[in-house]
């Protein structure tokens, strides 16, 4: 099964905890694609920190290379992209499936990606655009809504039903486009329709123009441990023909996945 998105499981002891290093990085997650910038206050308020400790938090961060400050305003500096590679360079999933990405792109002439459930998140671990670059969310390192992506329907279509039902109850599902489906009952049925088949097929959920289909990758075991998909433009590759034409060439990666994994 893929890594639980219940974050309450196997918590450890609080004396275990170091807490300065859990809210540094807390600091750190305070910024995103909306909040580029923020002050000592808007940090405190958005960590749950005092302005004291978050002004302290936020000195260190500077001192180190992960931030800098400007005219009463912090932002990231790109040391904090070191955090990210650390993980796709050590880890073995990235190495293992981009060749493979490569060869499946390459020979469909499209995009394709590989991701992970991080929490209720998709992360893409591994990409490649074989010259069609369709949508920025397909690269390394970002991080998008499980429950309007392919790769995050298999992948929620694999973990035991009670905690998909969690998932359901705490999810806050958004209108990212006039196709995204947030009626929680629906999703429910979508979900339960990418376990039954295999696959999953979004068209158009996260962005315009971009359709997507995806397949689970598991290990020796049966486990399931990560999705690849292959993305297209709406234009030009009807959601019908996206089966025949890019489901055999997924399943064919899922069977040398699982000898690798």
């Known amino acids: 099964m893929p890594a639980s998105i219940d974050s309450t499981a196997d918590a450890p002891a609080t004396r275990d905890l170091i807490a300065g290093l859990e809210k540094g990085l807390q600091v750190i997650e305070a910024f995103d694609q909306e909040r580029a910038r923020l ?3 808007e940090v405190a308020q958005r960590t749950g920190l005092t302005r004291a400790a978050a002004r302290r938090y936020l000195i260190t961060l500077v001192h180190l290379g992960y931030m800098r400050h ?19 360079h050590s880890a073995r999933l990235p190495r293992i499936v981009q060749p493979l990405l490569y060869r499946l792109a390459y020979s469909l002439e499209e995009a394709a ?11 893409c671990v591994a990409a490649v ?19 309007c992506t392919a790769n995050g329907r298999v992948l929620l279509a694999s973990l035991p039903q009670d905690e998909v039902e969690r998932f359901l109850e705490r999810a806050r599902p958004e209108q990212m486009t006039g196709h995204t489906i947030v009626d929680k009952e629906r999703l429910a049925l979508e979900i339960g329709r990418a376990r039954a088949q295999g696959y999953a097929l979004v068209d158009q959920e996260l962005e315009l123009g971009l359709r997507t289909i995806a397949v689970p990758l598991r290990n020796f075991r049966g486990e399931t441990v990560a999705a690849i998909n292959v993305s297209v433009h ?28």
């Open 234 to 261: 709406a234009a030009r590759i009807a959601a019908d023909s996206m089966v025949e034409r890019c489901l055999p060439a997924l399943l064919k990666i899922q069977v040398e996945m699982s000898a690798l994994l």
């Open 70 to 88: 400007e005219n009463k305003l912090f932002s990231l500096t790109p040391m904090v992209l070191r955090l990210g590679q650390s993980y796709l």
């Open 39 to 41: 002050t000592i206050a």
């Open 129 to 147: 655009s074989a010259g069609r670059l369709v949508s920025a969310t397909l690269q390394p390192g970002t991080r998008v809504p499980a429950y």
């Open 113 to 123: 990606s590989a991701g992970v459930l991080d929490h209720d998140d998709l992360v």
